[in-house]
C-alpha cells in the first residue's frame, strides 16, 4: 500500500512495511550508512543513518525504522548533520592517521563520509589504541586499529558463509572483532573466502599483500619468472582500468604481463579445461560401473576447507581432481620446467585469481612436491592492477600478444566454470559430447543457471539419468542437506562459496555491486555463446596436451599430478 509522507517539506511516496531509508532512496533522497548491508536485517548499530521525525524526542536510525504515514522528516537538519558528524569524528578519534599509507585510500568508506560531511579539523581526541596487526592468515591480514566495530564482516562470516569465524570480544572501551578466543586467525575457522574483505568500510581486512615477493623476484634474473592468469581476471582488469573487455582482452593482458617483466604468461583456462576433462572422466567411470557414490566438486578452496572443518563425512566423496590454479601450477613446474630445460626451484610461479582462498591453497601440503610449491605466489585482481600501475604500463597503448605455449588457451567452457553451476555444465556438455558427438543443447542446462542458491536438475545423456546439484553460497547447504536427507541422490553436486560463484570472489575490484557481478555473470555467457572453441575437447592446447605432451613426458604421463587428497581439518589446532 502506498501513502504519502513528507521529507524535507516534500511530499513522497512510501510504501507501508519498508524502512524510512527505503522510501528516501526509492526517492532519490541520499543519505549515509555505515553499519547497514543491503539484503541483510538493519541492527542500528552505528547511528550514522539518523533523521529527524516530528514529534520524536530522540533522532531516529533510518535504515531500522518502518515508515508510518503520518511522518515528516528532515533528512540534513543542522541537528542531524551534527549527530551524523560527531558520529565520524568519534570514530576517528582513535582512528590511526595513516590514510596516505592505507590500502583503502581514496575507497575508504570513512574516510568518504569524513569528506562529505566536511570535518576539517581533529575536535575530539581520544586514546589511540594500540591494536595489534595480524598477519598469521595465509590470505587475509586484519589491522585492528583500523576497525570501526561496524560488525558487517561478523554478520557476513556468520549469515552468509556460516563459518562464524568472527566475534565481537570484551566489552565497552576493550570491544575489538577477533577470532574464538581471541586467538591469532590462521587458529581459527575462516576458509578465506575474503567476503568479510569486501564488506569492511576501512583497511581493517584485506588480503596479504605479495607484491612486494613479486617485485623482488622480478628483478631476479636466476628464475624464470610465470604468471598464470585465471579467465575472470581480464574482466576484473578491465573493470579496473576502464578497459573494453572484449574476445581480445586476453591478449592485452599477455603484452601488459610481459610488460611488467614476466617472462612466460600462460592461461589458467588451460588447467581448467584440464580440471573439466579429468571430472568428466571421473563422472564417465562412475555412470559406467554404477558406481552410486557422489562425487563433490573441490574445485572452490574455501569450500574444500568448509568441508575438511565442518563436514568431515563428505571428504570421501570430494572429487581429487585440482583446481585449474594448482594444475596449471603443477604443469608449469613439471612440464614448462622440462620444456625450458630448468629446475623447478628455478621456475617462479605466480597465479593472479580473483579468489582470496587461493592464497591458501597454494599452500596446501599436497599442493607441493619435495618441498617445491606448484604456485609460489598467488596475487588477487586487486594486487595486480597495483602491480601493473606500479610498473606504469599504459595500457591503451598496447599490442596484443599472445599467451605462451604449452598453456595458451582455453575453450569457452573454461570461462563458463567461473560462474556457479557452470563447471557443472561444462563438465556435462563435455560428458554430451564425448557420447554423442555433438554440442549439448544449452537449454538443457537451464536449471543450472538460475534459480537461487540451491538448484538441482536431471540431465539426461545417451543413456544415462544425471542427478545434479548446485549450492549457489554455503546457505544453499542446508537445502542440499534436507534435500539429501528427504531421499534425494546426486550424482554430481557443485559447491561455490561465494554467491555467483568466482564473479563474486573476494580478490575482485571492491566496488563489487550486485549490478557489477550481474555484469560479469552477463560477460561469461555472452563469450560462451559467441566463442568458437566451446569445448575443452576442441581446445588445441588440451589436445596438444593429452595426444602429445603427457604421453612424451613418463613423470606426468600417467596424470597423477592431477589429482591430490583432503583431510578432516581440526579448527583450533
Ligand atoms: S574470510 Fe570468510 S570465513 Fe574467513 S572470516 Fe572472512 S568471511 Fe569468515
Ligand atoms: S573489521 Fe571492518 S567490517 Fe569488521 S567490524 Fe571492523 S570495520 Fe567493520
Ligand atoms: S546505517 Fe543505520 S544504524 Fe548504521
Not at 510504501?15 to 553499519?35: D, V, Y
Not at 578466543?181 to 575462516?190: G, L, P
Not at 557481478?517 to 593429452?546: H, M, Q
Amino acid at each position: 500500500m502506498l501513502f504519502t509522507i513528507q521529507v524535507n517539506n516534500k511530499k513522497i511516496k512510501a510504501e507501508k512495511g519498508e524502512t524510512i531509508l527505503s522510501a528516501l532512496n526509492r526517492n532519490g533522497i541520499k543519505i549515509p550508512t555505515l553499519c547497514r548491508m543491503k539484503d541483510f536485517t538493519p541492527t542500528g548499530a552505528c547511528r550514522m543513518c539518523v533523521v529527524e521525525v516530528e514529534g520524536r524526542e530522540r533522532l531516529v536510525t533510518a535504515c531500522s525504522q518502518p515508515v508510518e504515514e503520518w511522518m515528516k522528516i528532515k533528512t540534513h537538519s543542522p541537528r542531524v548533520i551534527t549527530a551524523r558528524k560527531t558520529i565520524v569524528e568519534l570514530l576517528l578519534s582513535n582512528h590511526p592517521d595513516d590514510c596516505l599509507y592505507c590500502v583503502r585510500n581514496l575507497n575508504c568508506e570513512l574516510q568518504r563520509l569524513s569528506e562529505e560531511l566536511s570535518i576539517r579539523e581533529r575536535r575530539i581526541r581520544g586514546r589511540k589504541v594500540k591494536q595489534r596487526l595480524d598477519q598469521s592468515s595465509p590470505a587475509i591480514t586484519r589491522e585492528l586499529s583500523k576497525c570501526i566495530l561496524c560488525g558487517r564482516c561478523v554478520r557476513v562470516c556468520e549469515e552468509v558463509i556460516t563459518a562464524n569465524s568472527l566475534d565481537f570480544i570484551k566489552k565497552g572501551k576493550a570491544t575489538h572483532v577477533g577470532a574464538a578466543m581471541d586467538k591469532d586467525f590462521n587458529f581459527s575457522s575462516c576458509i578465506h573466502c575474503g567476503q568479510c574483505v569486501l564488506v569492511c568500510p576501512t583497511g581493517a581486512l584485506h588480503e596479504k599483500h605479495n607484491i612486494t615477493e613479486v617485485q623482488d623476484y622480478l628483478n631476479r634474473h636466476d628464475v624464470v619468472k610465470v604468471i598464470q592468469y585465471s579467465p575472470l581476471v581480464t574482466i576484473g582488469i578491465a573493470e579496473e582500468l576502464g578497459l573494453r573487455y572484449n574476445k581480445d582482452a586476453d591478449k592485452v593482458l599477455n603484452a601488459i604481463l610481459r610488460r611488467i617483466g614476466f617472462d612466460k604468461v600462460f592461461a589458467t583456462g588451460t588447467g581448467t579445461d584440464v580440471c573439466i576433462t579429468e571430472l568428466t572422466a571421473q563422472l564417465s567411470e562412475k555412470i559406467e560401473n554404477g558406481n552410486p557414490a557422489p562425487i563433490y566438486i573441490s574445485a572452490c578452496p574455501a569450500w574444500v576447507k568448509y568441508a575438511e572443518q565442518f563436514s568431515p563425512a563428505l571428504i570421501p566423496f570430494l572429487s581429487p581432481v585440482k583446481s585449474p590454479q594448482q594444475i596449471t601450477g603443477v604443469l608449469v613446474k613439471t612440464l614448462v620446467a622440462d620444456q625450458l630445460k630448468v629446475k623447478p626451484e628455478e621456475i617462479f610461479s605466480v597465479s593472479a585469481t580473483p579468489c582470496m582462498a587461493m592464497k591458501f591453497e597454494a599452500r596446501r601440503d599436497g599442493m607441493m612436491r619435495k618441498g617445491i610449491s606448484d604456485v609460489d605466489t598467488v596475487l588477487t585482481v586487486r594486487e595486480l592492477v597495483r602491480l601493473i600501475r606500479l610498473y606504469g604500463i599504459d595500457t591503451s597503448n598496447i599490442e596484443q600478444e599472445q599467451a605462451d605455449e604449452p598453456l595458451a588457451g582455453r575453450s569457452s567452457s573454461a570461462l563458463l566454470a567461473e560462474i556457479s553451476g557452470g563447471l557443472t555444465e561444462a563438465v556435462l556438455r563435455l560428458y554430451h559430447f564425448q557420447k554423442t558427438r555433438k554440442d549439448a543443447d544449452k537449454q538443457m542446462f537451464k536449471k543450472l543457471r538460475t534459480g537461487g542458491q540451491f538448484r538441482e536438475a536431471v540431465i539426461k545423456i545417451d543413456k544415462a539419468e544425471i542427478n545434479v546439484a548446485v549450492v549457489d553460497g554455503l546457505t544453499g547447504l542446508e537445502k542440499l542437506k534436507a534435500a539429501i536427507a528427504a531421499g534425494r541422490n546426486y550424482d554430481m553436486v557443485e559447491v561455490m562459496t561465494c554467491q555467483g560463484g568466482c564473479v563474486h570472489g573476494a580478490g575482485l575490484p571492491f566496488s563489487s555491486t550486485k549490478d557489477e557481478i550481474r555484469n560479469r555473470s552477463k560477460l561469461v555467457y555472452g563469450a560462451d555463446d559467441t566463442e568458437a572453441i566451446n569445448l575443452p575437447c576442441k581446445s588445441p592446447a588440451i589436445i596438444n596436451l593429452y595426444e602429445k605432451l603427457l604421453k612424451e613426458n613418463s613423470e606426468i604421463s600417467d596424470r597423477k599430478i592431477f589429482y591430490t587428497h583432503f583431510e578432516k581439518r581440526n579448527v583450533l589446532l
